[in-house]
């Protein structure tokens, strides 16, 4: 008995640890459908404004009184005072829309009109008196703006009225949005149309064309001999510049040629030619918000001379030997590379790599270790490096 008492109460827990797991995840679903909904109703408000500062309803600076906000029940709670704030705020930060709000208390008060037939209580401005008295000293007007949701589209009704009995009508209009598109986030101070942003964002993509200059700062190191009988080159610092192509906008794919010099002061002198061809791996086209990554390969030819690079000519080179070759103009020695790397890019503007090299010419070398062998290629080079693109 008290087995079966202890398993129902286990059952209950997890039922009730279900709901709760339920509910929070219809509450998380509630709240991210609530937020695009909000959204959706910020971006048609700036669609309003942007629309009067292109083509004002007034020639000149307007008093008018905003009668109110209507949202649907189902939008959220505070959505009407969300909208009523931004529309305020962004009406206040564009001027060449010739409206400016304003606040009227006799609008906005309860009024109480008790006769023989019924009682009304209504506000001041749907009370035929009170709009008779305002229209006759002022000739204000009355923004009304409706927010309703019309199947899978948020819909915004705006109306401008004459503050007299009547109402009349004096501007309307009528704008919507799918509920499925994202909203456009525009600064209040600085509107633009859906496609004029759009077309900044593209402009942003591209960067400054297809064609880039690159500035590269490298380091090249040279492992050690595993018998540490032969002296490995030194560290080479090089400086290389050239052009950046890429065939799309996207900069998936993009291609390099470059040319580096390097020189120590007594030591060594390098120029070096370079082709690489890089791939995107973090998505299939350049972000703007985060680092993208690039995968690449290439190719390059060095040419080195100086005291310093004796350990690319001999066989085997001592520290004697080294010290000896100091006091002469030094060798000359061409070779090529094939080169391997991860480069970490921001914004296309500012980068940093990693790379391994394959010295072909140096495969046997006593001079030189590998820092690393794969399928059989052993690569006895490796490269950091810092570039600026312009």
């Known amino acids: 008995m008290m087995a079966l008492l202890a398993f129902a109460s286990l059952e209950g827990w997890a039922a009730d640890t279900l709901r ?71 009406l206040a930060k564009n001027p060449t829309t010739n409206l400016t709000l304003v606040h009227c208390p006799q609008c906005s008060a309860v009024v109480v009109h008790a006769g023989p037939e019924a009682t009304i209580v209504s506000r001041g401005i749907d009370d035929p008196a009170t709009l008779a008295a305002l229209g006759g000293a002022t000739g204000q007007h009355a923004l009304f703006v409706d927010v309703e949701a019309e199947g899978a589209w948020l819909v915004l009704r705006a109306r401008l009225t004459r503050l007299t009995p009547e109402l009349p009508i004096v501007w309307s209009h009528t704008l ?52 540490d009988q032969g002296v490995p080159p030194p560290p080479f610092l090089w400086l290389e510049s050239g052009v950046e192509l890429s065939p799309t906008d996207a900069r998936a794919w993009t291609s390099s040629l470059m040319v580096g010099y390097s020189f120590i002061p007594q030591a060594y002198q390098g120029l070096m030619g370079q082709a690489r061809i890089s791939r995107l791996v973090t998505g299939r086209s350049r972000s703007l918000t985060r680092p993208d990554l690039y995968a690449f390969f290439g190719g390059a030819v060095i040419t080195v001379w100086g005291p310093a690079t004796a350990s690319f000519q001999k066989p085997l080179l001592n520290a004697d030997e080294l010290l000896l070759a100091a006091d002469l103009e030094g060798p000359r020695t061409a070779f090529g590379a094939m080169q391997f790397g991860l480069d970490l890019r921001l914004g296309n503007r500012i980068g940093v790599s990693v790379c391994l090299e394959n010295l072909p010419d140096f495969a046997n070398s006593r001079n030189m270790g590998e820092y690393l062998r794969i399928l059989g290629i052993g690569f006895q080079s490796l490269g950091t490096e810092v570039t600026f693109w312009f």
């Open 20 to 90: 709760d797991v339920q509910q929070a995840e219809l509450d998380r679903v509630r709240a991210g459908v609530a937020d695009q909904v909000h959204l959706a109703a910020f971006d048609l408000v700036d669609e309003l404004v942007f629309g009067w500062t292109n083509a004002p309803v007034f020639e000149t600076p307007t008093p008018v009184v905003l009668a109110g906000v209507t949202v649907p029940v189902g939008l959220g709670t505070g959505i009407a005072a969300m909208v009523e704030n931004h529309l305020a705020a962004v």
């Open 176 to 227: 919507a949005t799918s509920a499925s598109a994202p909203a456009l986030l525009r600064a209040s101070d600085d509107l633009k149309s859906a496609s004029a942003a759009r077309q900044e964002y593209l402009d942003a993509l591209r960067g400054r064309g297809l064609v880039a200059v690159p500035l590269r700062v490298a380091i090249r190191s040279y492992d050690s001999p595993e018998d």
